[in-house]
């Protein structure tokens, strides 16, 4: 789920149990290709797309590269529109009960599935919801913190994820104050109604302290999400990283302040 902005609007991640052959039965789109483990389909031509194709192709070897998760085990089928209406009355057709919101990820029994509109932030929706059905087409869960943050990480393209996400300069100035995310308390957070915008800016911070700090803290990342992808028991991250990193709170709020090219 995108960051909430309090205006319709928003993306969000929904986890169903139903059947998706309705969808993947209906007559072909206007424009459909791969970008495994991705399958497009669009209403309008993706000629004008290739970025984005791109980019979807790369962003699987991106998360293993990065995380060490090993690749999707299933299809992902995104679903893009040109227009809004289109979009809406797509969503109310075969979603009856979903509230509006501007892009949705959703996973049911079979594959995961992607639903988007063009607009401004068209592409930052589909590679946010994206990790997501990466992430959940590999792991068996993801605690509700790390999977947002994990999404708001990777929904930027890739030479902007270190140094040029609009995070970045919020934190280190919160950081500068001693204002720093306390994951302890993130982990405490078990519904989507308790993420607002600073819990998804707190949760990109940790991330991106994990991806990008010492090197200890990304290799407890690696390590416990392998935990997760093996189906053992991987405790709670925040006291893994204590225990590797003692002085983990010190270490996030320089890491905050000092972070730059």
């Known amino acids: 789920m995108r ?23 209906e ?19 993706l000629d004008g797309q290739r970025g984005l194709v791109d980019q979807m192709a790369r962003l699987q070897q991106d998360l293993n590269s990065t995380l060490g998760v090993q690749p999707s085990r299933e299809n992902i089928h995104l679903f893009l529109f040109q227009h809004r209406s289109t979009y809406q009355e797509y969503i109310k057709q075969h979603f009856v009960d979903l509230p509006y919101r501007r892009a949705l990820f959703i996973k049911e029994r079979g594959p995961g599935m992607v639903f988007a509109y063009r607009h401004d932030d068209f592409e930052t929706d589909v590679r946010h919801e994206s990790t997501h059905a990466l992430l959940h087409g590999a792991l068996p869960m993801v605690p509700l913190w790390l999977d947002e943050g994990l999404a708001e ?11 040029d996400n609009d995070h970045l300069g919020k934190m ?8 720093i995310p306390k994951i302890e308390r ?10 607002g915008q600073t819990e998804y800016r707190e949760a990109w911070a940790l991330v991106h302290f994990m991806i990008h700090g010492p090197p200890e803290a ?3 990342l ?18 893994r990283l204590r225990r590797r990193i003692p002085d983990l709170d ?3 709020s320089n890491h905050l302040r000092s972070w730059k090219r």
Do not use: C
């Open 218 to 220: 990304g290799e407890e």
């Open 250 to 252: 010190r270490q996030l």
């Open 153 to 163: 990480y990777f929904e930027v393209p890739a030479p902007k994820r270190a140094y």
């Open 3 to 25: 960051r909430p902005q309090w205006a319709a609007g928003i993306s969000v991640t929904v986890l169903l149990l139903a059947t998706h052959s309705t969808l993947l039965a």
């Open 186 to 195: 993130l982990e405490q957070i078990e519904t989507l109604n308790g993420m």
């Open 27 to 45: 007559p072909r789109w206007p424009d459909e290709r791969a970008a495994l483990p991705f399958v497009l389909h669009a209403d309008f031509s």
């Open 222 to 239: 690696r390590a416990y999400l392998a935990d997760i992808q093996a189906h053992a028991p991987p405790g709670i991250l925040s006291q």
């Open 172 to 179: 280190r100035w919160y950081a500068r104050f001693g204002q």
